[in-house]
């Protein structure tokens, strides 16, 4: 005989039907993945604040009947698969290449003030090095600029933290690419 529960999800909540009460947890995730759009693998269900991690258990056994109440907590996609996940990672990954080639453009001015390069080549070094100064800097500026133009709702916490870390990153890479170039021009 089937019998309906009560499914909370954030702020959403679900009359759900139970077949019957042989129906497994694994039932039920199913029944829910339709309703909240939450995978079964990154569906957790809580009943009388434990959490149900036998998939196999019967409803009967773990007590739900007619009329209880459960919650599920999961994220409608896996992060990693969000679109805007993969777009924060890609602005990650270029600024990870702009920060590698400023660390061999500091290498170089080190180098250099070090006495490592003889005098007369200096000029033209310290010319190529401003050039490639100014082009990571373009290049973060840019990174930059489409991270801004994101729309990521307010429930993506995570990613908007991770944009926001990525942000940060660049703004200190400007920083230390804006003393690099002064270091140049002292030289």
Do not use: W
Request: a positive charge; charged letters at 30%.
């Amino acid at each position: 005989m089937s019998f309906q529960v009560q499914v909370s999800h954030g702020s959403d909540r679900h009359a759900v039907e139970v077949q019957s009460a042989d129906s497994v947890v694994a039932d039920l995730k199913t029944t829910l993945l339709t309703l909240t759009q939450i995978p079964i693998d990154s569906q957790k269900l809580i009943f009388k604040g434990k959490t149900l991690q036998d998939d196999y258990k019967t409803v009967s056994e773990l007590g739900i009947k007619q009329g209880s109440r459960l919650m599920v907590l999961g994220r409608k996609s896996a992060v990693a698969d969000d679109p805007s996940s993969k777009e924060v990672e890609k602005f990650s990954c270029a600024v990870d290449g702009i920060a590698r080639k400023m660390e061999g453009i500091r290498e170089e001015v080190t180098g250099i003030e070090k006495g490592f390069l003889q005098t007369e080549l200096i000029a033209d070094a310290c010319r190529g090095l401003h050039k490639r100064c100014l082009a990571c800097g373009e290049l973060l500026m840019q990174n930059l600029e489409k991270l801004d133009s994101m729309i990521i709702p307010p429930t993506e916490t995570l990613i908007r933290g991770r944009k926001k870390s990525t942000v940060v990153r660049i703004q200190s890479l400007l920083t230390r690419n804006d003393d690099l170039i002064k270091r140049i021009d002292a030289i």
